[in-house]
C-alpha cells in the first residue's frame, strides 16, 4: 500500500512562504505523476500544480503562476510545492496526489495551510 505523507502546512502571514513536502513510501519513479490539490469547505478540490515525471513537465492552476513552483527530490522520494507570496484567498488543506502508469491514485492526508491578512 502506498503513503503520501505530507508536511508543512502552517500559518503565516500574507506575503509570506511556506514550503509543503509530500513523502512518499515508494520511489516517486514509480508513478506517472505527482501534484498538489487544495480544498476549502463547500468547494471542490482544485488541481493547484502537477508535475509529470517522464519529461518534467510542471503545470499550474492560473491563480499560483509565478508564486508556486512544484519539484521533486528522488533520492528522498519527496515531492515539494514552495509558495511564495502567499495570499489569503490560498488558505485551503493542501493534498498530495500521485498516480502511477495503470491510473491508479494516491492522496495523502492533508495538511492545513491558514494565510492570515
Known amino acids: 500500500q502506498v503513503q503520501l505523507v505530507e508536511s508543512g502546512g502552517g500559518l503565516v502571514q500574507a506575503g509570506g512562504s511556506l514550503r509543503l513536502s509530500c513523502a512518499a513510501s515508494r520511489s516517486t519513479f514509480s508513478f506517472n505523476v505527482m501534484g498538489w490539490y487544495r480544498q476549502t469547505p463547500g468547494k471542490q478540490r482544485e488541481l493547484v500544480a502537477s508535475l509529470i515525471f517522464n519529461g518534467g513537465e510542471t503545470n499550474y492552476v492560473d491563480s499560483v503562476k509565478g508564486r508556486f513552483t512544484i519539484s521533486r527530490d528522488n533520492t528522498k522520494n519527496t515531492l515539494y510545492l514552495q509558495m511564495n507570496s502567499l495570499k489569503p484567498e490560498d488558505t485551503a488543506v493542501y493534498y498530495c496526489?500521485?498516480?502511477?502508469?495503470?491510473?491508479?491514485?494516491?492522496w495523502g492526508q492533508g495538511t492545513q495551510v491558514t494565510v492570515s491578512s
Open positions: 496526489w500521485a498516480s502511477n502508469y495503470w491510473g491508479i491514485n494516491y
